[in-house]
């Protein structure tokens, strides 16, 4: 069953299904080209003797199955085939690459970390199909923004800049230090929420702008203000040498493009791929150069700060990768901080180290698992902080996972987070295979869930904001465990749902058939 005509346009009537019909024949298009760049990349791996060709095999073999059987049938919400792209991504590219943590374990480790990705995205899909089999598509009624839904993607485009505004001019004056008095009589928790608003109305206007963008509504004039905007917008964000708030916002612009255009964006993927690598590889010298201390930025820059500020992170960006060539020929072993201060972008998203590491713990050391200690801590974590001041860390399931494996003492997990992710926390809490069957079963189910009950609801709508921000939550899930994804995803949707309450009217909305226009 299909939501909607796969020539759509983008109306008044366009629901997330729609929309999302785009994402499936891309992605039917670009599954054979995918598997047929796998295969090859596998066999080289192979016929070079490079460790961990096979388990690259296998987690190449899981992506693809997944892949095809999404296309196969689904009707909405692509949150099965980011999964699956995003495991490729942190755990086969580590491996296609040759990243030095392959040779810090042994080949059976690497293998064992193959075996667990390939069973999580089968158990995953198969899960999903079983899921699209039991439930059914809610029926066509929506909270909808209704006076921008009757003007189309002019509307959007009007709403999505006005929003883009709101939240430039917040950073602007945040910039200015014209807001500490606003925050000081704010009560105490209350801040969190003011800056997930924020993130939020940023990320949703950015999303409707691509929109038009991407399906060709918009004129010239709008494309190079929202480009302008977009710019200026991520370097306010990343001044205090935070990239997560910057990246939040191009991956929404990434989604909006890829949704509307139906094909992926590669010009503007490998400006923001290469920008945030370049800058990520220079941004623990300037955090040690300007932060009031090692856990949190001191202060945020006026608009007349940055150019001077980006001048010299890039000057220390590329002082860093001359440095990481010069330590890469002399083979050396640097201290840890050294090789923090010189991270790059791909050793962010290497979670195959951290599922080496919890398979090593495991099977080497013989750490008993938590058996789910780790999500256990979820449901008390969603009471409002300004309700319970004292409540436990939100990263207090990373917390459990670093010092019961032996990675962190609790007295340093207040100063530095060591990211996991959701695979080797599920390994850490129930051990081999269980872990990534439990997991991929209760994803597939609940995307098969979650992608019903939104395939009918309206793009311009509360549930069509609450879709784009699971979306955006999930695709930057790479080192969150449960607890951090749960409680951040729980907090954008009180928000959305508090701030478009007022403006939103519960509409059913069905498209013309077209011998009725």
């Known amino acids: ?176 230090d014209l807001l500490d008095s606003l925050e000081s009589a704010m009560p105490g928790g209350s801040e969190a929420i003011l800056y997930a608003l924020v993130s939020v109305v940023s990320a949703c206007g950015f999303f409707l702008v691509a929109l038009t963008i991407g399906g060709g509504e918009a004129s010239f004039l709008g494309k190079a203000v929202f480009w302008l905007l977009l710019v200026a917008n991520a ?117 195959l180290q951290n599922l080496l590491f919890v398979i090593d713990a495991i099977e080497t050391n013989h750490i008993k698992p938590l058996e789910g200690k780790t999500y256990s801590v979820i449901p008390p974590l969603l009471v409002p902080r300004i309700l319970w001041p004292e409540k436990p860390r939100t990263h207090e399931g990373q917390i459990l996972l670093n010092v019961h494996f032996g990675r962190q003492d609790l007295e340093s997990t207040f100063t530095t987070y060591v990211a996991w992710g959701l695979l080797p926390e599920a390994y850490g809490n129930f051990g081999p295979f269980a872990g990534s069957i439990c997991l991929g079963i209760f994803l597939g189910v609940l995307f098969a869930w979650i992608e019903n009950f939104t395939a009918r609801k309206l793009l311009v709508s509360t549930e069509g904001f609450l879709s784009l921000s699971l979306l955006m939550n999930l695709m930057n899930s790479f080192e969150m465990v449960a607890s951090v994804l749960v409680t951040s995803t729980f907090q954008s949707f009180v928000v959305i749902v508090a701030a478009s309450m007022p403006f939103v009217h519960r509409t059913v909305a069905r498209r013309p058939e077209p011998e009725d226009d």
């Not at 009707?75 to 099965?80: A, D, F, K, R, Y």
Request: glycine share 6%; charged share 15%; proline share 5%.
């Open 1 to 176: 069953m299909r939501a909607g005509p796969r020539t759509a346009p983008l109306d008044r009537y366009t629901d997330i299904g729609e929309l999302s019909e785009k994402v499936r024949l891309a992605v039917r298009r670009l599954a054979v080209p995918l598997a047929a760049v796998l295969v090859i990349e596998a066999t080289y791996l192979a016929y070079s003797s490079r460790p961990g060709a096979a388990a690259f095999a296998m987690m190449a073999a899981g992506t693809c199955i997944a892949l095809v059987f999404w296309s196969q049938r689904a009707i909405g919400l692509p949150l099965l085939p980011v999964m699956v792209i995003q495991n490729l991504i942190i755990y086969a590219v580590p491996i296609a690459t040759g990243h030095e943590v392959i040779s810090t374990y042994p080949p059976a480790f690497v293998f064992s970390a193959g075996i667990e990705v390939l069973i999580f995205d089968v158990a995953m899909a198969m899960a999903w199909m079983l899921g699209m089999r039991l439930f059914r598509p809610s029926p066509p009624a929506s909270h909808a923004l209704h006076e921008f839904n009757r003007a189309g993607s002019r509307g959007w485009a009007r709403l999505g800049f006005v929003m883009i505004a709101g939240a430039t001019a917040f950073e602007v004056l945040q910039g200015l």
């Open 235 to 351: 370097m306010m964000s990343a001044s205090d040498f935070l990239l997560s708030a910057a990246t939040a916002n191009l991956i929404t612009v990434a989604i909006g493009l890829f949704w509307s255009g139906g094909r992926l964006p590669w010009r503007y993927l490998t400006v923001a791929m290469l920008a945030l690598s370049f800058l990520n590889t220079g941004k623990y010298t300037m955090r040690a150069r300007y932060w009031g201390n090692v856990d949190a930025p001191a202060t945020h820059r006026s608009l007349g700060q940055l150019p001077a500020c980006y001048t010299e992170w890039a000057r220390v960006s590329y002082d860093a990768i001359l440095e990481n060539k010069t330590e890469l020929a002399q083979a050396t072993n640097d201290s840890k901080a050294q090789a923090n201060k010189n991270q790059t972008l791909l050793d962010r998203v290497d979670n």
